[in-house]
């Protein structure tokens, strides 16, 4: 046998003995790749879970920031000053002094003037002959008057001392808040709660318009203010 046929032999058996090398190095390696891809699942869901909770803390903190923001802000804040009240407001705040009792029996008198008019100054009151029945009540016309020098606004309120139904005022002078209507003279009246006289000048005097319930006990009680005094008077 030559030499080139002993060479032909030789790589004849080396063929048969490399025969399917190829096929399992590609099995092997298919075989490997489902490993990476679990390995790349189980890295992937972690990261995920880790993404969620990082949106949800910077979501919770921007809350949690704004609101200590808010109140950190409303608390150095410098507070609102309330508006001055007038002069009005004033008398207005001031409690009503007398107090009820429980029959005409007990129902206080005055205090009476030099004059004999009632009230101890500096205001005084009187009645006149003027009664206006309506199907509401009755209305009389009395006077008010200082005896000297007064400044306004002057503030005048009144209420049954038996049953504590307000007096109601009609007319020039009616002031503040309004709690029902009639018909005076055929005319719709407003009534008042209280009356108020702005301009006080000589003479110092005034006819006022004021009304009182069916039913009313005739124990009213009256208070008048202005700036520097309270004064009440039983009429």
Not at 21 to 47: C, F, G, K, Y
Not at 202 to 208: D, F, K, S, V
Request: net charge negative.
């Amino acid at each position: 046998m030559s030499l080139r046929s002993e060479l032909h032999v030789a790589y004849d058996e080396l063929g048969r003995e490399d025969a399917g090398l190829s096929e399992r190095v590609v099995m092997t390696v298919s075989s490997d790749r489902p490993r990476q891809a679990a390995w790349s699942i189980r890295l992937r869901a972690p990261l995920s879970l880790v993404a969620v909770f990082v949106v949800i803390a910077v979501v919770a903190g921007a809350l949690v920031g704004g609101r200590l923001l808010a109140d950190w802000r409303s608390y150095s804040a410098p507070p609102v000053p309330a508006a001055p009240q007038t002069p009005l407001q004033k008398l207005e705040a001031r409690p009503l002094h007398q107090p009820m009792v429980r029959s005409a029996f007990d129902c206080p008198h005055g205090p009476y003037g030099s004059g004999g008019d009632a009230g101890a100054g500096p205001f005084h009151m009187s009645g006149s002959a003027v009664e206006i029945p309506t199907s509401w009540g009755n209305y009389f016309h009395d006077f008010l008057f200082a005896d000297g020098v007064v400044a306004g606004p002057i503030l005048v309120r009144a209420r049954d001392l038996i049953h504590g139904q307000p007096v109601v005022f009609v007319g020039q002078y009616a002031s503040g808040p309004v709690i029902g209507t009639d018909v005076l003279d055929g005319q719709v009246v407003e009534q008042h709660l209280e009356l108020v006289i702005y301009s006080v000048t000589p003479p110092y005097a005034w006819q006022i318009e004021d009304g009182q319930p069916k039913g009313n006990t005739g124990c009213v009680g009256w208070q008048v203010d202005g700036p520097g005094f309270s004064e009440t008077i039983n009429f």
